[in-house]
């Protein structure tokens, strides 16, 4: 399939360059004091952040100028993987425990979490399979259960890590490319009910879940428990105001706020660079969000679209409950602000699905 391409957006460029090297910068300033305390080194975490923003915008330049319909061909033999990394991870002694969730493959402080290769997996091989029977996809059982059931089924396998926050982000960014797709809204909306049900199921079948909707609900029930974490989180954005308390000067990152540099750094760039700081980072998501749409409806084909709506579901969906759990409307999930918050893996592979959706951006129309 050959097809002229031209310069990949450059508007889409500068929001994700821009995004990361805030997150670089707000890395080090939320964890400096906890890594000379953890490691003897303020640079501990953001040294590694900075190595694997390396690696990911190689990767990013490599699915850039990697003509995006191959991953097509592959997209079947990954999500097959993913599957298979999934139940390796849960095998005792195999897969690591941090968090208190088996979501790890790796040795010492170096590891993978399969879930974030399932996320792209996942949307990969629902655009291929939407885009192969588009025509079917209107028609319930023939067009409809088969993608759920697969999805279902890595629900599932997440699900008994577990990892809450890596699985609702997958089934939002594949949900919204079933949508796309041109599923009807009465199908989805009976399976939404469905999904209602099992998802109240889930938080009943655990105590922990529940603790942590109550904790929501109602922090000071349990100050220094399930409450704590979003207590914390807004004692960080309170004294931030307008313009903040300024750089590297925030009190909550000295052992109040647990994991300031990963699920709570929203909170630390909110303390320290105030109401305007975290409406810049937004404005630079709704900008990345907002070319990475146009992006998908001007792509030259259905795969091209489909696979642009599921990477850019991947980001909106993850900003949405990042922010959505840091300022308290949401439970806590465990889950990092994408591009900002430190991790290896996750960022790794977010820059290589923005490197494809950069890649769909040469060929629209």
């Not at 402080?109 to 399932?118: A, H, N, R, V």
């Not at 000295?254 to 320290?272: C, K, M, N, R």
């Amino acid at each position: 399939m050959a097809k002229a391409r031209s310069a990949p957006d450059v508007w889409m460029i500068v929001s994700i360059f821009l995004i990361l090297a805030i997150g670089l910068i707000m890395v080090y300033s939320a964890s400096a004091v906890l890594a000379f305390h953890e490691f003897g080194d303020r640079f501990y975490f953001v040294k590694r952040q900075s190595l694997f923003a390396l690696l990911g915008i190689g990767a990013m330049f490599v699915t850039m100028n990697a003509d995006y319909w191959m991953w097509k061909k592959y997209s079947k033999a990954g999500l097959i993987l993913c599957f298979v990394l999934l139940i390796i991870v849960l095998i005792p002694g195999v897969g690591v425990v941090r968090g208190g969730a088996r979501s790890w493959l790796g040795i010492s402080s170096f590891g993978i979490q399969p879930s974030e290769f399932m996320k792209l997996a996942m949307v990969l091989f629902m655009a291929k399979l939407l885009s192969d029977r588009q025509q079917m996809v209107t028609h319930f059982t023939k067009g409809l259960l088969p993608p759920l059931g697969i999805l279902g089924l890595a629900f599932g396998l997440i699900m008994l890590q577990p990892d809450l926050g890596s699985a609702a982000v997958m089934i939002g960014a594949s949900l919204i490319v079933i949508y796309t797709s041109g599923a009807r809204i009465a199908h989805l909306g009976s399976l939404a009910m469905i999904g209602v049900l099992g998802l109240v199921g889930l938080i009943l079948a655990a105590p922990y879940r529940m603790k942590r909707i109550t904790g929501f609900l109602d922090p000071w029930s349990d100050p220094l428990g399930t409450g704590y974490q979003i207590i914390q989180s807004l004692y960080a954005i309170g004294p931030g105001g307008l313009v903040g308390l300024g750089l590297g000067m925030s009190r909550q990152k000295y052992s109040y706020l647990p994991e300031p540099q990963t699920d709570f750094i929203f909170a630390i760039v909110a303390e320290e660079l105030g109401f305007i700081g975290g409406t810049a980072i937004i404005a630079l998501f709704a900008i990345l969000v907002w070319r990475g749409m146009r992006t998908a409806m001007a792509a030259p084909d259905t795969f091209g679209s489909l696979l642009a709506v599921g990477i850019v579901g991947i980001v909106a969906v993850q900003v949405f409950i990042n922010i959505g759990v840091v300022i308290g409307m949401m439970p806590v999930t465990g889950i990092t602000l994408p591009l900002v918050s430190y991790g290896g893996s996750s960022l790794t592979l977010l820059l290589t699905a923005l490197g494809i959706l950069l890649n769909i951006s040469r060929y629209s129309r």
